[in-house]
C-alpha cells in the first residue's frame, strides 16, 4: 500500500518497511516536496499561479511607520502655510498655524524625529515672521484689508512671535541663516540626507502618475498625460474625502501645462466646476476671491473661444465625436461640454447671495460693491457672444443685466464707470503692483475688455424691447416692471402710469411666482414716491394706501420680515430670507410711511367733520388716530408716524403755524434732495388749504361770518386764494354759508339740529363702530368669505372677488376694505338654526333675504 502511495515497487514488506525506516528524512523531504507540488498543480492554486507569479513589486502595499507618518503630516502643514502666505488669506493662515503647532507638539512628544522636526518648524516660523514684516512696512496695506483680516493679521503676528520665543536662540539663528544663504551647517546636512534615505519608499500607481505630472519639467508633459489626469480628476469629484481645494489647485497648475487652446479651455471649464463646488451648500456664499477668480476663468474662456472658432461649447445637444489627440493639436474643430451662460448666471446668482449675507454696516460690503462693475461686463460681454447664436440664452442674460441696472440713478451708474475703468487702466499700466493672486487674476483678463458705452436708460430700453420680442411671459412681465421703475426713478411719472396701466399687470399679478409679485410692490411703491414728488399727493395715496395699510410693508417689499401670523417651517425661512432684497436696493420704509401719512392727512382730515362726503369714510387714518389718542402718556413727537399725528390735532385745533412746522421740518425729506424745496414747498401750499377748510368745518355754528382777511392772515395765504377756496367749498355744499363780495366776507347759516338728528348722527357712528369690530371679528373666525356685496355692487365684486385661503384672509379682507368704493357695506346675520351654509360659485356664502343695511355717511338708510 505504501509503494502505490510513495512511488515504490510491489516487493516485499521489508523492503518497505526498511525503506521507511532507513530514509524517514528523506521520506518528509519527499512528502513535503509532493505535497507542495500536488498543491500547485490541483486545486485552487492552479489557477492562480500566473497572477501570483507576474505580480510587480509597484502593487505591494505600503506601509509607514508613525513617524513617518506624523513627518509626513508636518510637511503637508508647511506647503499649506506657504499658499496661505502668498495669497495673503491671513483668518486660514491663523487656522494652519495653530494645526501645526499642536502637529508639532505631537511629534515633539513622541519622540518622532526631533531635530528634523525642530527644524522644519523653526524655518517655517522665521519665513512666515519675515513676510508679516514686509506686509506691515508697505504704505497702503493696513487700509487695503477688512476689520476682520486686520485682526486676523494682528493675532497672527502675536502667535509667530510667542512661538519664536520658545525655540532656542540657536536654532532661530540656524534657520535664519539658512533662509538668507540656503546653505546649513555639517549637521543639518547629514541629518537631512539620512532622513531622505528613510523616506525612499515605493509608491502607488496612482501617487506616482500624480507625482509624475505634478513635478516633472513641464517639457516633458504630454497631451496624453493631461488628458487622463482630468479623467481622474473628474471621476473624483463628488467623492467624500476628496479636499475641494487641492483639486483647484491642481487643476490651476495643469492649465499652465496646456498643449492648445483646446485643452486649455477644457481645464477651465472643470477649473470653474470646481469653484463652485467649494460651496458647500445654499445658505453660503462663494469666497470673494475664489468668485474673482472664477469670473476671470469665464472671462479668459470667452477670450479664447473668440480667437480659436475651431472650439465651439454645447450645453444642450449633443456632442459630435471627438476628434484624436494629434488632430486636436492640429486645431480640428472640436466640441465640448459646457455653458458660459450657466456659469455667468451662477455668479450672478452668488454676487446676490453674498449682498445677502454680509453685514451692510461694515466695509466687506463696500467692497463687495466695487465687483459690480466687472459684473456687468461680463453679463454684457457674454450676451454679446450669445448675440446671433441662441436668443434664448441672450434674453435670459438680458433680463440678468436689466435688473442689475433698472433701480441705478444716472449719476450712480456713471460713478460705476469711472470706477472700473479707472481699475482697468491702472491694471493695464501698473505691472510692478503686486495684488493678492485673487486679483491680480481678475485684473489682468479685466484689461481685455471694456465698460459698456451706452448711456443707462438706452441700455435699459434696448433690453427691455428686445426681451419684449424674444423673452417668455414671465420675463416680459419683469423687463416691464423694470422699465416701469426705471421711468418712475427717473421723474417721469406720466410714461411710468401709462405704462403700468396699459400693461394690465395689476389683475393677473397675483398668479405670478413670489419673486415677481415683489417686483411688483417695489415698483408700485415707486410710482407713489414720484407721484408725491411730482406734487400729485391724491394719485400717491392711492399707489401707497394698500401697501401701508396692510402693515406688512417690509416684507411685501422684502426688505425683512415682520412677526409672521402663523408658524412658517425652517424651509420656509430660509426661502424667505432668500428672497430678500440686498440692503443698497432697498426703498426707504420712513419715507413712504410719511407720504402715505402725510397725504392722507392732506386728503381725509377734512373728510372727518363734512357733512356731504364725496369720498369713502377715511376708517384706516381714523385708526391710526384712534391709536395715538388712547395712548396714557404723550411725549414730545418721536418718528415721522408720531409727528404727523400730532400736526394733526394742530390742525383740528386751527394751529397751522405748529403743524406746518412739524410736518415740513421732517429728515426724512432729506431722503429726496433733488426736489426737496419744491415739494415742501407744494406741502405748504397744501396745508394751508386744508388749514382752512379744517377751520370752516369745525367752527362754522360758532361764528355767524367770517372776514377773507382775517382767513388769509392766519395762514400767510393771499386774499385771492381765501376767496377762491371759499367758494368752492360753498359750491360743492360743504359749508352752509353765503359770499359778500363787497364786504369780503362770508356769511355762515346756522343750523340748529333736532334732538332726532343728533340722535341719528350718535347711533349711526357707534353702528359704524360695531360693524368694523364684527367684521374684524368674523376675519379672525371664519375668514373674509362670509362678507358679500350689495347687489348694485355685483359687476364690481365679481372682478375683485376671489377664493383665498385661510392664511391670506386678513390680506384680502384688508385689501377689499381699501378697494370699497360703494356707498353701503351689508353684513350678514349669520342664523343659528341653519346647519349648512351654502356658498356661490366664487366661494362666498349665499346672500340672505333679510339683511341689515348700515350707512356709512349721514342721509344713508337704515333697514
Known amino acids: ?187 543639518d546636512t547629514t541629518s537631512e540626507t539620512i532622513d531622505d534615505t528613510k523616506e525612499k519608499i515605493p509608491l502607488d500607481p496612482a501617487e506616482k502618475s500624480m507625482q509624475d505630472i505634478m513635478n516633472i519639467p513641464k517639457e516633458d508633459v504630454t497631451f496624453e498625460m493631461i488628458d487622463s489626469k482630468l479623467k481622474d ?97 492640429a ?190 410692490n417695489r415698483t408700485v411703491a415707486q410710482l407713489g414716491i414720484c407721484a408725491f414728488e411730482r406734487g400729485n399727493f391724491v394719485e400717491a395715496f392711492t399707489y401707497l394706501s394698500e401697501l401701508c395699510a396692510s402693515g406688512r410693508a417690509k416684507e411685501l417689499l422684502a426688505q425683512g420680515s415682520t412677526q409672521a401670523r402663523f408658524e412658517r417651517s425652517a424651509e420656509q425661512e430660509k426661502l424667505e430670507r432668500r428672497r430678500q432684497i440686498p440692503h443698497h436696493l432697498h426703498i426707504n420704509i420712513d419715507l413712504i410711511e410719511s407720504i402715505f401719512l402725510t397725504c392722507s392727512m392732506l386728503l381725509e382730515v377734512s373728510d372727518l367733520f363734512c357733512t356731504r362726503k364725496t369720498r369713502p369714510f377715511p376708517r384706516n387714518f381714523m385708526r391710526v388716530i384712534e391709536n395715538h389718542r388712547r395712548q396714557l402718556f404723550t411725549g414730545p413727537p418721536d418718528g415721522a408716524r408720531d409727528t404727523i399725528m400730532v400736526a394733526t390735532q394742530m390742525l383740528l385745533t386751527g394751529n397751522y403755524h405748529v403743524a406746518s412746522q412739524l410736518v415740513l421740518n421732517l429728515s426724512v425729506w432729506n431722503s429726496l434732495p433733488e426736489s426737496k424745496e419744491r415739494i415742501v414747498r407744494l406741502i405748504d401750499e397744501q396745508l394751508k388749504i386744508e388749514a382752512i377748510r379744517l377751520y370752516l368745518h369745525q367752527f362754522a355754528e360758532q361764528y355767524t361770518s367770517a372776514s377773507v382777511s382775517i382767513l388769509a392772515e392766519m395762514v400767510s395765504m393771499s386774499e385771492e386764494k381765501v376767496r377762491s377756496i371759499v367758494n368752492s367749498m360753498i359750491a360743492n355744499e360743504e359749508v352752509p354759508a353765503v359770499f359778500y363780495d363787497v364786504a369780503q366776507s362770508v356769511s355762515l347759516s346756522q343750523v340748529a339740529h333736532s334732538r332726532l338728528q343728533v340722535a341719528a348722527n350718535t347711533f349711526s357712528e357707534k353702528v359704524l363702530v360695531l360693524l368694523d369690530a364684527s367684521e374684524r371679528a368674523l376675519d379672525r373666525h371664519i375668514g373674509s368669505k362670509n362678507i358679500s356685496y350689495q347687489e348694485d355692487d355685483e359687476p364690481i365684486a365679481r372682478s375683485r372677488r376671489q377664493v383665498k385661503n385661510s392664511a391670506d384672509a386678513d390680506e384680502y379682507q384688508s385689501r377689499r376694505s381699501r378697494s370699497e368704493r360703494s356707498r353701503f357695506f351689508t353684513f350678514e346675520v349669520p342664523d343659528r338654526g341653519l346647519k349648512g351654509k351654502q356658498r356661490d360659485s366664487y366661494g362666498n356664502f349665499s346672500r340672505k333675504k333679510t339683511s341689515r343695511e348700515f350707512a356709512t355717511r349721514g342721509g344713508g338708510k337704515f333697514t
Not at 445658505?283 to 476671470?296: E, N
Not at 475651431?310 to 445637444?317: A, P, T
Not at 486645431?331 to 450657466?342: D, K, P
Open 1 to 187: 500500500m505504501a509503494s502505490k502511495f510513495w512511488g515504490g515497487s510491489d516487493g516485499s514488506s521489508e523492503e518497505s518497511t526498511d525503506y521507511s525506516s532507513d530514509d524517514s528524512t528523506s521520506t518528509s523531504s519527499s512528502s513535503s516536496s509532493y505535497s507542495s507540488s500536488s498543491d500547485s498543480d490541483h486545486g485552487p492554486s492552479k489557477y492562480l499561479q500566473d497572477d501570483s507569479s507576474d505580480s510587480s513589486e509597484d502593487e505591494r502595499r505600503i506601509i509607514r511607520s508613525t513617524k513617518e507618518k506624523q513627518y509626513e503630516t508636518l510637511k503637508q502643514c508647511t506647503l499649506g502655510i506657504r499658499r496661505a502666505t502668498t495669497a495673503r488669506d491671513w483668518p486660514s493662515l491663523l487656522g494652519l498655524l495653530d494645526g501645526f503647532h499642536k502637529q508639532f507638539l505631537k511629534s515633539t512628544q513622541s519622540s518622532t524625529r526631533t531635530g528634523s522636526s525642530l527644524k522644519l518648524f523653526a524655518r517655517t516660523l522665521v519665513s512666515l515672521a519675515a513676510e508679516l514684516d514686509i506686509c506691515s512696512q508697505e504704505p497702503e496695506f493696513k487700509k487695503q484689508m477688512s476689520t476682520s483680516q486686520a485682526k486676523a493679521f494682528n493675532s497672527l503676528n502675536q502667535r509667530v512671535k510667542k512661538h519664536i520665543r520658545a525655540i532656542e536662540p540657536a536654532d532661530v539663528a540656524a534657520a535664519e541663516l539658512f533662509l538668507k544663504t540656503g546653505e546649513a551647517s555639517d549637521s
Open 331 to 520: 486645431g480640428a474643430n472640436i466640441q465640448l461640454r459646457g455653458s458660459l451662460c450657466a456659469f455667468t448666471e451662477r455668479l450672478d446668482d452668488e454676487y446676490t447671495k453674498s449682498l445677502q449675507c454680509i453685514d451692510a454696516h461694515t466695509k466687506d460690503y463696500v467692497n463687495r460693491l466695487q465687483d459690480e462693475g466687472m459684473l456687468l461686463i461680463l453679463l454684457s460681454q457674454i450676451t454679446e457672444f450669445y448675440r446671433n447664436k441662441n436668443t434664448k440664452h441672450v434674453a435670459s442674460l438680458s433680463l440678468r443685466l436689466l435688473e442689475k441696472l433698472y433701480c441705478k440713478r444716472c449719476h450712480s451708474h456713471e460713478a460705476l464707470r469711472k470706477y472700473t475703468t479707472s481699475k482697468i487702466h491702472c491694471s493695464a499700466n501698473n505691472d510692478t503692483v503686486e495684488p493678492s493672486h485673487q486679483n491680480s487674476e481678475v485684473e489682468m483678463f479685466a484689461t481685455s475688455f471694456e465698460f459698456p458705452a451706452e448711456g443707462l436708460f438706452t441700455t435699459i430700453e434696448m433690453l427691455a424691447t428686445y426681451i419684449y420680442k424674444h423673452g417668455d411671459e414671465r420675463a416680459k412681465a419683469r423687463a416691464l416692471l423694470c422699465q416701469i421703475f426705471s421711468e418712475a426713478l427717473r421723474g417721469d411719472f406720466k410714461t411710468a402710469k401709462d405704462l403700468l396701466l396699459m400693461s394690465h399687470l395689476q389683475e393677473v399679478i397675483q398668479y405670478m411666482d413670489i419673486s415677481t409679485q415683489i417686483l411688483f
Open 233 to 329: 480628476i473628474a471621476m473624483s469629484r463628488g467623492k467624500k474625502g476628496v479636499d475641494r481645494t487641492r483639486v483647484v489647485e491642481q487643476l490651476r497648475y495643469i492649465s499652465t501645462l496646456s498643449k492648445c487652446p483646446a485643452q486649455e479651455v477644457e481645464v477651465l471649464l472643470h477649473i470653474i466646476s470646481a469653484q463652485f463646488d467649494l460651496t458647500g451648500s445654499m445658505s453660503t456664499f462663494m469666497p470673494v476671491p475664489v468668485w474673482r477668480s472664477c469670473l476671470s476663468n469665464v472671462l479668459s474662456i470667452l477670450q479664447l473661444l473668440k480667437s480659436n472658432s475651431h472650439i465651439s461649447l454645447v450645453d444642450e445637444e449633443e456632442i459630435a465625436i471627438r476628434p484624436s489627440n494629434d488632430e486636436i493639436i
